[in-house]
């Protein structure tokens, strides 16, 4: 039976190489949802290339009515992927406080939105994924916000597995590491430019410190991410996967 899931972030990076997975590797119906229609496009005819079908919504997370108008036309989903997110530096001598504000919303609340507006349409055997961070277990200077964000949702993952284990719905999380997408090339700039070195010099550093030595790439995300949402996985409730090359091992 073809399995329909909804992504949210299903425009670019993590999101979309999800949404290419879950078409190449069951032929699955996704609906994906971000804030760019011709991004959102070329997401849902590369789906449809891959064998699977798309169909797209326009919405922002941070926007309960506007998911309010999706779920409301929206039939049966049998999974749920929350990746819709952003970062950027909020150091506590400089951040302004509306750019903390927003990745809380964004990050943090979105995700609550996401999950309040379609949980409705997921029935026994549902499946979701909340996408967190390595900065979701370790905290990182300058970036106050996005850890407190994905710490968050990790807390947020827990609990909601215990609250819908009875109605046969899993919820898990993952936190990836470095992952060679948009947000991870701002990232790298951001950093360089705060430590006073080259992007090549940063990223170099970056990827010596795991243990694999290297970026992933998004499609590696989600091999782990399709594992949670599988019916097969029966065992992993409320957890938090690490995606991360070895860097955390708990
Ligand atoms: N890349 C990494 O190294 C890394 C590592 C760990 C975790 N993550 C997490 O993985 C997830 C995906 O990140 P990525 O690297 O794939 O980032 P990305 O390439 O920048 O993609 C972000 C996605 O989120 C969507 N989005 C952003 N704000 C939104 C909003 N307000 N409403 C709806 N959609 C919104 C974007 O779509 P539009 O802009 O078109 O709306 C886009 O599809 C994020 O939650 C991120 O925190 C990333």
Redesign the pocket.
Request: some cysteine; charged content about 15%.
């Given at each position: 039976m073809t399995r329909r899931i909804l992504i949210?972030?299903?425009?670019?990076?993590?999101?979309?190489?999800c949404a290419l997975h879950l078409a190449r590797t069951e032929a699955a119906s996704l609906v994906l949802?971000?804030?760019?229609a011709a991004?959102?496009n070329a997401?849902a005819e590369a789906v449809r290339l891959a064998g699977g079908r798309a169909e797209i919504h326009?919405?922002?997370?941070?926007?309960r009515t506007g998911l309010a108008k999706v779920a409301r036309d929206l039939g049966p989903l049998d999974g749920l992927v929350?990746?819709?997110?952003?970062?950027g530096m909020t150091p506590v001598d400089g951040a302004s406080d509306a750019f903390f504000d927003q990745i809380l919303?964004?990050?943090l609340t979105?995700?609550w939105n996401t999950v309040r507006a379609f949980l409705p349409r997921l029935g026994p055997g549902g499946r979701i994924v909340l996408?967190?961070?390595?900065?979701?277990r370790f905290g990182v200077p300058g970036y106050g916000a996005?850890c407190a964000?994905?710490h968050g949702?990790i807390g947020l993952a827990k609990a909601l597995a215990l609250e819908l284990v009875d109605r046969g719905i899993v919820v898990n999380a993952?936190?990836?590491?470095?992952?060679?997408?948009?947000?991870?090339q701002?990232?790298i700039r951001q950093i360089a430019a705060a430590t006073g070195q080259t992007e090549a010099q940063f990223r170099a550093q970056a990827e010596a410190a795991v243990p694999v030595k290297r970026?992933?790439q998004?499609e590696e995300?989600a091999h782990g991410i399709a594992w949670l949402l599988n019916p097969a996985n029966t065992m992993q409730v409320g957890q938090c996967l690490n995606?991360?090359g070895g860097v955390i091992q708990s």
């Open positions: 949210t972030g299903g425009s670019r990076g993590i999101g979309r190489a949802l971000g804030r760019d991004a959102l997401s326009c919405a922002d997370v941070t926007d929350v990746a819709a997110g952003i970062s919303a964004v990050d979105g995700p996408v967190s961070s390595v900065l979701g996005y964000a994905k949702l993952v936190a990836p590491g470095w992952v060679d997408t948009d947000m991870a701002t990232g970026f992933f998004p995300v995606l991360d």
